[in-house]
């Protein structure tokens, strides 16, 4: 499988890689850690003319503690959220679930900016993002926005992203101390994707749920915010009745389509027991 | 498409050579290289054959372009040996523990390994097992390619050990 010809570009600034973007259009495309574009590059499903390397920009990496707000660079690998300490905790859901992105050797290779820009709702982090209320900075000609992870989701690979906006940074919110979190995924082998995933985080106070976000990975043509689900959670003890309608809730959302993975039915039940697990286990871990 | 000029250390040598941008790293070190160690196997970065050392960390050589390898440090398979021409601890590992049967998957294994080794000297069957799950073997189940790098753990933290 060889992938098309195309003109490579390695940009030493931000402001050259959005120079290029805004010259080649639809032609040019970033390439980060490639592990979702080359494959696709090899199938002839993507054919960008010119493939912009963003390797040389060293300011997209790094993982920094801003007040209240966790940065994270585009270009920081799934290996480097992995072992990030300050991650580890304050907001270790981002560890857990870069740990069940594929492989290791993809994990070396593969970026969170990449991760989340893709628009595959395949992909685990845009998931995880919703679930903690990122947001993703976009800087293109114009300057620079920032648009609610919750917001930026289309359909399968359309995003609020413009043509000649690179994706340069996602913050975060960091979640209360104390707080339960849960990454559950349910995939045939390592290296798939979800059949089903859920994200959760809950805060609880005294006994009582104080906030419940719940987010779902590859059960539709985007990441699913389930709002509704985690509203069934708020001011009960997270019981099993208060479960079960949570379990319901995301279920009611979920549009997965048949695949290799299994039927439409199958995959919408694997939705509701990753809810199940993950509330259980992030309320397990919560501190009262 | 015109070629552009990529300079990289493979193996401890020096190469400069002028690629096509979509000639992938694997084709780069089998076709201009004639290193074949790094195998061609699923081609869809699942099976990890092409595994090689890139600036230390494990990579699927499938799945890189040779110019995103400007001014990396490269190790194959063929680097592995120690420089008197002996087999290193892991490739010995291989060989006494059965750890292969058809050889197809050994390089990208060894590979793997060895990053994991200088990652972690010490580590369980668990986190090899873990640490090797983007390298698919067909032959062995695995059991003896987990006692190969056992081996080479224990033989290197006993050099180690003799040296202090």
Known sequence: MIPGAFEYHRPASVDEAIAL?????????????????????????????????????????GIQQAGRCIEIGAMTTQQEVAASELLAEVCPILREAALLIADPQVRYCGTLGGNVANGDPGNDMPAVMQCLDASFVLRGPKGEREVPARNFYEAAYFTARAEDELLTAVSLPIPPAGHGYAYEKLKRKVGDYATA????????????CESASIALT????TPL???????????????????????????????????????????????????????????ARAQA | MSKIPVKMTVNGRAVDELVEPRLLLVHFLRGKLNLT??????????????????????????????????????????????????????QEGFMQEHGLQCGYCTPGMIMRAHRLLQENANPSDEEIRWELSGNLCRCTGYQNIVKAVRYAADKLNAQREAAE
């Open chain 1, 21 to 61: 973007l805004s010259r080649h259009g639809d032609e040019g495309r970033v390439i980060a850690g490639g592990h979702s574009l080359v494959p696709m590059m090899k199938l002839r499903l993507a054919e960008p003319g010119h493939l912009i390397d963003l390797q040389g920009l060293d300011s997209l990496r």
């Open chain 1, 197 to 208: 995933a859920a994200a959760v985080v809950l805060i609880m106070n005294g006994g009582t």
């Open chain 1, 218 to 221: 590859n059960v539709g043509q």
């Open chain 1, 225 to 283: 915010f389930a709002e509704a689900a985690g509203q069934t959670l708020v001011g009960t003890k997270v019981d099993e009745a208060a479960v079960a309608m949570a379990v319901e809730a995301a279920k009611g959302i979920a549009e997965p389509v048949a695949d290799m993975r299994g039927p439409e039915e199958y995959r919408t039940h694997v939705t509701g027991v990753m809810v199940r697990r993950a509330v259980e286990r992030a309320l």
């Open chain 2, 37 to 90: 160690g790094p195998h061609v196997g699923c081609e869809t970065s699942h099976c990890g054959a092409c595994t090689v050392d890139l600036d230390g960390m494990s990579v699927k050589s499938c799945t890189v372009f040779a110019v995103q390898a400007e001014g990396a440090e490269i190790t194959t398979v063929e680097g592995m040996a120690n420089a008197d021409g002996s087999l290193s601890a892991l």
